[in-house]
């Protein structure tokens, strides 16, 4: 095979041999980062070949049930978890990335958080004033904007109703959908097609600028000839089951790798360790480990009802956590709520008048790496939660019990290994916020992760500069979350989507 030309999508059904391309640009993987790359770049003229290791999906092709839906669209079947603390953590396989299966949630930075970033990692142009430009671009493009009361549903009207009666802070969370169906399906998929998610939006429009999208393509290295990168080889793979077959290769300029936080370190480390000059490359993992709660009212609240994370408190932000309402599949749910047998079916009975709340953590002092595994482009992943991160963990499963209780619950179940399965009142509940439980107690899981190939203004401590450019190889960048030197605070799509579309800018201006 050749490069056609114009913009297409391949196709696991299509490669019958093996086949070299060649381009300006080269990106590797579809997600949020990589398809703002691909399109921007597209639109500037330039010749651009977009990689993604899963296939593309349509509605006919989303499940409702969970298990099933993760075993399709997520990494390792939707089993991969750390070492160290386990913690679950799912990572998508898909054209499109993580924006197939996730919330569509929209969250600028705080300005203390991209203040601290330059600050503690010599940074110059990073603050909330430099990206917001990159930010709005993006928010145009894909009509970002709050969820509407009119498909909020109940779930998520009285997490807005609890914060207020304690004189909180709420507000709708602003997300990439257009027509928005209030259908709580985020998780396993838009059949709607109301999300914006990359593959009907940024990953189109590259297409239509000319880039090429071959799918089913895993990624296993990056060529370089001395100090400069020219290209990446990999093998096809089969959707789903991965099996390989033909052998490719593309040529090019330069290459993007927005393969996600997980898989960029591994393709460098299995590069003979390119771009490494600092020893960050895989170093410095962290997570927003996630608590949840359900809480059960009196009367009917129907959680399937209404998008799926549709509110959201920025009260406690400081503190260390953000909160969220959340909605997923019952087998989902089912993992973390008490009982076997008659007892748990009758906790999963009174889901329809349950609501689940959850809270994302800052946890700055709990960190990890990624190492790449023999034979296998999976990565190892080991991660300890800090102990003194753990009273931020306590402190927001305490606020989510406040927040039930003053919304009208009749009772919560807290998921906390060790206390009482379920809760009637905030007195019981107030062992929440208490040091009476350590981490190993808590149910908590992540899909959020970031600084495995962090940007640093010093070339020593860092694997990329702010514009996401390699300090040690010529033509080479990095725009996933990986490069960010801290967590967000907040979710972190949106500035990694404003971050990937400064270096579009910066890379049609050079090439």
């Known amino acids: 095979m050749s ?23 080269v990106v590797v993987g579809s997600g949020p980062c990589g398809s703002v790359v691909a399109k921007e770049l597209a639109c500037a003229g330039r010749d651009v070949v977009l990689l993604e290791e899963g296939p593309p999906f349509t509605p006919a092709d989303f499940v409702l049930d969970g298990a099933t839906s993760m ?50 990692f010599s940074l110059e ?15 145009k493009f894909l009509g970002i904007a709050p969820t509407p009361d009119a498909v909020q549903g109940q779930r998520n009207l009285l997490f807005r109703d609890g914060c207020d009666a304690l004189g909180w802070s709420s507000e709708p969370i602003a997300r ?51 100090r400069r990168v020219t290209g990446v080889e990999g093998q096809v793979v089969a959707p789903f089951r991965g099996s390989p077959s033909h052998r490719f290769r593309v040529d090019a300029r330069c290459v993007v790798l927005a393969a996600g936080c997980m898989a960029t ?19 410095n993992l962290q997570f927003h480990p996630g608590v949840s709660i359900m809480g059960v009212f009196p009367d009917p609240v129907s959680p399937q009802f209404g ?19 959340l909605w997923a599949p019952p087998g989902v749910l089912a993992t973390r709520l008490p009982g076997f047998g008659h007892a748990l079916k009758h906790t999963l009975a009174e889901i329809p008048r349950a609501a689940v709340w959850d809270a994302i953590a800052s946890t700055h002092r709990s960190l990890g790496r990624v190492r790449a595994r023999r034979g296998s482009m999976d990565p190892a992943l080991t991660w300890h939660l800090h102990p003194e991160d753990v009273p931020i963990l306590r402190h927001a499963l305490a606020v ?14 807290p998921g906390v290994h060790g206390l009482p399965e379920v809760m009637h009142d905030r007195d019981e509940a107030r062992v929440l916020g208490s040091g009476s439980y350590g981490g190993k107690a808590l149910t908590f899981a992540s899909t959020h992760a970031f600084c495995t190939t962090r940007m640093h203004g010093d070339p020593r401590q860092g694997v990329v500069d702010e ?15 990986g490069t960010y030197p801290r967590c967000t605070s907040v979710n972190p799509m949106f500035t990694g989507m404003a971050l990937a579309h400064r270096t579009a800018l910066h890379l049609a201006e050079r090439l």
């Not at 114009?6 to 490669?15: D, I, L, T």
């Open 467 to 481: 514009l996401g450019r390699s300090h040690d190889v010529e033509n080479l960048y990095i725009t996933d979350t």
């Open 265 to 283: 370190p591994v393709i460098l480390q299995k590069s003979d360790d390119l771009a490494n000059g600092s020893g960050q490359v895989g170093e």
């Open 125 to 139: 142009a990073t603050t909330r004033r430099d990206l917001d430009p990159h930010y709005d671009a993006v928010e």
């Open 71 to 120: 075993a399709r669209t997520m990494r390792e079947g939707g089993l991969r978890a750390t070492r160290g603390t386990v913690m679950p953590t799912m990572q998508a396989i898909a054209l499109g990335g993580g924006s197939l299966v996730n919330s569509a949630i929209c969250a600028r930075a705080p300005d203390f958080v991209l203040d601290d970033w330059c600050e503690r």
């Open 176 to 226: 990439n959908v257009r027509g928005c169906r209030g259908s709580g399906e985020c998780f396993t998929g838009c059949r709607a097609r109301a999300k914006q998610s990359m593959d009907v939006s940024y990953v189109p429009a590259a297409i239509r600028a000319g880039a090429r999208v071959l799918t089913s393509l895993q990624v296993q290295r990056v060529l370089s000839d001395g």
């Open 400 to 413: 989510i019990a406040e927040i039930f209780f003053a919304a009208g619950a009749e009772k919560i179940v």
């Open 307 to 325: 998008a799926t994370q549709g509110y959201q408190s920025l009260q406690f932000i400081r503190d260390g956590f953000k909160l969220e309402t």
């Open 3 to 25: 490069a056609a030309g114009s913009g297409e999508v391949r196709v696991f059904a299509q490669y019958d041999r093996d086949f070299t391309e060649q381009a300006d640009v």
